[in-house]
């Protein structure tokens, strides 16, 4: 495997990036608008509404709503993903770029990379200023500032990367097996009802996502997941296949 | 695909005949190391086909034109080779010097920044080209190039391939123009799903019927025809003032044909060889296959 031959094909796929704009808006602006919109909400309830939050409250629904970052961890990947190997069927450009000599894995990793990086540091910037804002608009009610913490630090620098890394995976799988960029983008977003279902769990306080432990928990599962989606896709990506099997 | 056989010489120009679904496309495809073969052996440039070892040498070696040009139509002309230049292992000033050779050849260096999606077929089909060329393979593997194509984007491609001829490197055609082969190859093979013929231009014509002289005379001559029959044998026949010979060497034999049909009194008023066309011989060969 060399890794150098793997990011010519994850820099050729930035470069096809950058020219669409669905990608674009599609990998940036959910996560700045939800970085904004949920702290946003926390103040209104705050000032806005006539009631308040108390503290206790405050520490269930932070790191609930922290973990919206997971269920957009599972969600925008999929534009990225789905352009990244439908687009190549659709255009044809899958066969020219197999006839060099690169192998596999390295389009696998190099595709795999182009896919992980947009959304990643989508999410990581985002969530920097998501913790910003509530840590100035719930200072005065926790008198502390609640960011950051070490879990969320677990949240985004192990669950977050492990849920990308999830949904891409899932996403190369589902375009293999269809033609239409929408179809499996359709498709490659089923992944985020479990993330979503564990996200209204934690609102209602049934998981503690405030907890270390809980986060841990949850990574292993994802990591398990993406060990078996990383066979599947293994499997499934070979030139073989790709040039005489997929759709 | 089944029992195909078959070589090419360094620097020749090959071409591979034969009608849709006869197994062109699946057998570019296994040189080119994309699929794998069931059974047999080939070997491209010396290295086997189908060994993992020996994979990325071979591609490495050839470059591709696909059916489907497939490019990356949001890029630039320029930054669609780029791409292919890293991957093939070139140098920074390697990949400019290639990338301006190959797009001024083809005419496109007023256009490298120009996003190939806005090229028509012509213009796309030769930045296909440039791009199989980026790495300058000892071997070109060509499929269908000028299919799809309008006239005169398809005799620019084909001229473009006769320079190409000229620069001796390995081409393999993949087609069913037959006028292209004729145009461009040196030999051909003809395929439908077994291989059915193989050899030069001239001897794939040659299979059916063969070629003959034809001498018209001024009118209708008996004699004429003895004289013939008797120098050249009875390979002669006749229809009104038309002869046609059988001989074995048709070409070399058509002043010696004149010559004796003038000695015996006979007024030449065409004499030339004619005979089966590569058409013949392909249509006749796919038609009893099917």
């Given at each position: 495997m060399r890794l150098s031959q793997a990011w010519i094909v994850a820099s050729k796929d930035f470069a096809t990036f950058t020219k669409k704009k669905n990608i674009i808006y599609s990998t940036f602006v959910l996560p700045f608008v939800v970085s904004i919109g949920l702290p946003g909400v926390i103040w209104y309830a705050m000032h806005k509404s006539g009631g308040s939050i108390s503290p206790p409250e405050l520490t269930i629904l932070l790191p609930a709503l922290t973990f919206f970052f997971m269920v957009i961890a599972g969600l925008i990947p999929t534009t990225i993903a789905s352009y990244s190997m439908v687009g190549e069927k659709v255009e044809k450009s899958i066969e020219p770029l197999l006839a060099t000599p690169t192998t596999d894995g390295e389009v696998l990793l190099g595709k795999g990379v182009a896919a992980f990086l947009p959304p990643m540091g989508a999410i990581l910037a985002a969530s920097g200023v998501y913790m910003f804002l509530m840590d100035v608009f719930t200072h005065g009610v926790l008198?502390?500032?609640?960011?950051?913490n070490w879990n969320d630090a677990v949240l985004l620098f192990l669950m977050v990367p492990l849920a990308v890394v999830m949904s891409v995976e899932w996403n190369v799988f589902v375009s293999s097996r269809v033609s239409d960029v929408r179809i499996s983008q359709q498709v490659g977003m089923l992944l985020v009802l479990p993330l979503g279902g564990t996200y209204v769990a934690g609102e209602l306080g049934i998981v503690p996502l405030g907890d270390v432990n809980t986060s841990l928990y949850i990574a292993g599962i994802l990591a398990v997941i993406d060990l078996l989606l990383l066979y599947v896709v293994r499997v499934t990506f070979q030139r073989d296949a790709i040039l005489t099997k997929w759709k | 695909m089944d029992g195909v056989t078959l070589n090419v010489a360094e620097g020749e120009v090959f071409g591979f005949l034969g009608p849709n679904g006869a197994g062109k496309t699946t057998t570019v495809r296994m040189l080119c190391c994309l699929i794998s073969k069931t059974s047999g052996e080939a070997r491209v440039g010396g290295y086997e086909v189908g060994n993992d070892g020996d994979s990325l040498k071979i591609r490495q070696m050839i470059g591709l034109v696909p059916?489907?040009?497939?490019?990356?139509?949001?890029?630039?002309a320029y930054r669609n080779l780029d791409i292919y230049g890293r991957l093939y292992g070139m140098t920074d000033a390697a990949r400019r010097e290639s990338i301006q050779r190959t797009l001024t050849m083809l005419g496109l260096w007023e256009k490298r920044d120009v996003a190939a999606g806005t090229f028509s077929k012509g213009m796309k089909q030769k930045l296909a080209i440039a791009r199989a060329l980026i790495h300058d393979p000892q071997v070109l593997i060509m499929d269908e190039p000028t299919a799809n194509l309008d006239p005169e984007s398809a005799k620019t491609v084909r001229d473009f391939i006769l320079d190409l001829k000229k620069e001796k490197r390995t081409i393999f055609l993949n087609t069913h123009n037959l006028d292209e082969v004729t145009r461009i190859c040196d030999r051909a093979a003809i395929l439908n799903t077994r291989l059915m013929a193989t050899g030069t231009l001239g001897e794939l014509e040659g299979l059916v019927g063969g070629r003959k002289v034809v001498v018209v005379l001024a009118r209708e001559d008996a004699a004429v025809r003895s004289a013939l029959e008797k120098k050249f044998g009875q390979g002669v026949a006749s229809d009104g003032p038309k002869l046609t010979l059988a001989v074995s060497d048709p070409d070399g034999q058509v002043p010696d044909i004149v010559d004796a049909v003038v000695r015996a009194g006979g007024r030449v008023r065409y004499a030339g060889v004619e005979g089966s066309t590569l058409e013949d011989t392909y249509l006749k060969l796919v038609r009893r296959d099917t």
């Amino acid at each position: 495997m060399r890794l150098s031959q793997a990011w010519i094909v994850a820099s050729k796929d930035f470069a096809t990036f950058t020219k669409k704009k669905n990608i674009i808006y599609s990998t940036f602006v959910l996560p700045f608008v939800v970085s904004i919109g949920l702290p946003g909400v926390i103040w209104y309830a705050m000032h806005k509404s006539g009631g308040s939050i108390s503290p206790p409250e405050l520490t269930i629904l932070l790191p609930a709503l922290t973990f919206f970052f997971m269920v957009i961890a599972g969600l925008i990947p999929t534009t990225i993903a789905s352009y990244s190997m439908v687009g190549e069927k659709v255009e044809k450009s899958i066969e020219p770029l197999l006839a060099t000599p690169t192998t596999d894995g390295e389009v696998l990793l190099g595709k795999g990379v182009a896919a992980f990086l947009p959304p990643m540091g989508a999410i990581l910037a985002a969530s920097g200023v998501y913790m910003f804002l509530m840590d100035v608009f719930t200072h005065g009610v926790l008198g502390t500032y609640y960011f950051p913490n070490w879990n969320d630090a677990v949240l985004l620098f192990l669950m977050v990367p492990l849920a990308v890394v999830m949904s891409v995976e899932w996403n190369v799988f589902v375009s293999s097996r269809v033609s239409d960029v929408r179809i499996s983008q359709q498709v490659g977003m089923l992944l985020v009802l479990p993330l979503g279902g564990t996200y209204v769990a934690g609102e209602l306080g049934i998981v503690p996502l405030g907890d270390v432990n809980t986060s841990l928990y949850i990574a292993g599962i994802l990591a398990v997941i993406d060990l078996l989606l990383l066979y599947v896709v293994r499997v499934t990506f070979q030139r073989d296949a790709i040039l005489t099997k997929w759709k | 695909m089944d029992g195909v056989t078959l070589n090419v010489a360094e620097g020749e120009v090959f071409g591979f005949l034969g009608p849709n679904g006869a197994g062109k496309t699946t057998t570019v495809r296994m040189l080119c190391c994309l699929i794998s073969k069931t059974s047999g052996e080939a070997r491209v440039g010396g290295y086997e086909v189908g060994n993992d070892g020996d994979s990325l040498k071979i591609r490495q070696m050839i470059g591709l034109v696909p059916d489907n040009v497939g490019l990356y139509e949001s890029l630039s002309a320029y930054r669609n080779l780029d791409i292919y230049g890293r991957l093939y292992g070139m140098t920074d000033a390697a990949r400019r010097e290639s990338i301006q050779r190959t797009l001024t050849m083809l005419g496109l260096w007023e256009k490298r920044d120009v996003a190939a999606g806005t090229f028509s077929k012509g213009m796309k089909q030769k930045l296909a080209i440039a791009r199989a060329l980026i790495h300058d393979p000892q071997v070109l593997i060509m499929d269908e190039p000028t299919a799809n194509l309008d006239p005169e984007s398809a005799k620019t491609v084909r001229d473009f391939i006769l320079d190409l001829k000229k620069e001796k490197r390995t081409i393999f055609l993949n087609t069913h123009n037959l006028d292209e082969v004729t145009r461009i190859c040196d030999r051909a093979a003809i395929l439908n799903t077994r291989l059915m013929a193989t050899g030069t231009l001239g001897e794939l014509e040659g299979l059916v019927g063969g070629r003959k002289v034809v001498v018209v005379l001024a009118r209708e001559d008996a004699a004429v025809r003895s004289a013939l029959e008797k120098k050249f044998g009875q390979g002669v026949a006749s229809d009104g003032p038309k002869l046609t010979l059988a001989v074995s060497d048709p070409d070399g034999q058509v002043p010696d044909i004149v010559d004796a049909v003038v000695r015996a009194g006979g007024r030449v008023r065409y004499a030339g060889v004619e005979g089966s066309t590569l058409e013949d011989t392909y249509l006749k060969l796919v038609r009893r296959d099917t």
